[in-house]
């Protein structure tokens, strides 16, 4: 007994009125959240090359002139150095940590491991306002409160451990643990089975979350200026400061390479291991 066809639409029907209207209501949300999306950005790039003395879109003419603007600006260079070095610390701290998670979650069962991953992804879930509320109070408890480098790279290392660990966690759970066990049959130590062994086979899990945490960390704003000092500011920080009192296209232009910068690093994420490393697991 075979199965039956696929029943087809024949030409010429039309749908019922509700189907037909929800198909439009589906169609006119996905061109609103894309707009609403994209309209900024766009502003944003095109107000960045306008020839005006203040920023306008449609930009009136095209001119760089404002790019070299912001560069010369001294907060600029400044702030633009505290943030590679907080972003730069601040992945390199959480792919320590997020390694260890996920080791721990991949290749061990323990009571509580729900729990875990749960506190460990908790930076996602919860607003930034409240992390970042939350991470002032502590160091301020802790007496750190004059410490905005050490506190701004802590505190990113925090809302960052979730896109290192759930990245090299993806990566442990599909590489071959029979590989491990070969090594440690041929005498090979822990540390030597983990160094030479699982770490090449996490590679991509690890540059990837790497590439995610420094994205995140050089483009957050709302946990840095809890963290942030009179003297140590992110350059989103310090650009959201100075917005107000630039009342040229500076700003636009700055906005735009942020967003170059991003844009270059999720491309090498796309052509690594592609964007849907998260949603596998």
Not at 3 to 27: M, N, S
Not at 40 to 51: E, K, M, N, W
Not at 94 to 119: I, P
Not at 187 to 215: N, Q
Request: glycine letters at 6%; one cysteine or more.
């Amino acid at each position: 007994m075979t199965d039956a066809a696929p029943t087809l639409r024949p030409r010429g029907i039309r749908l019922p009125l509700p189907i037909r209207l929800l198909r439009l209501l589906v169609l006119a949300m996905v061109v609103f959240w894309v707009v609403f999306i994209l309209a900024p950005l766009i502003v944003t790039v095109g107000a960045s090359f306008t020839s005006s003395e203040s920023p306008m879109f449609p930009p009136v003419g095209f001119s760089g002139r404002w790019f070299r603007q912001a560069i010369e600006y001294d907060w600029f260079l400044r702030s633009l150095t505290t943030s590679l070095i907080v972003a730069s610390c601040a992945t390199l701290l959480s792919v320590m940590l997020g390694l260890a998670a996920a080791r721990a979650l991949a290749r061990h069962r323990f009571a509580g491991a729900g729990a875990f991953e749960a506190a460990a992804i908790s930076p996602l879930i919860i607003p930034s306002v409240v992390v970042g509320f939350a991470l002032f109070n502590v160091a301020l408890q802790l007496g750190l409160q004059d410490r905005s480098m050490l506190n701004l790279i802590i505190g990113h290392a925090v809302v960052t451990v979730p896109f290192t660990m759930r990245s090299i966690w993806t990566s442990m759970a599909s590489m071959d643990t029979g590989i491990e066990d070969a090594a440690k049959s041929l005498g090979a130590t822990p540390f030597a089975t983990f160094w030479r062994v699982t770490m090449p086979s996490v590679a991509p899990g690890i540059v990837t979350g790497a590439i995610i945490a420094f994205t995140f960390s050089f483009n957050d704003v709302t946990v840095a200026i809890f963290l942030s000092g009179t003297t140590t500011r992110t350059l989103a920080a310090e650009l959201m400061s100075q917005m107000e009192y630039l009342p040229d296209a500076s700003p636009a232009a700055i906005s735009t390479i942020i967003m170059g910068l991003t844009l270059i690093f999720f491309i090498i994420i796309d052509r690594t291991v592609g964007l849907d490393v998260f949603a596998r697991k």
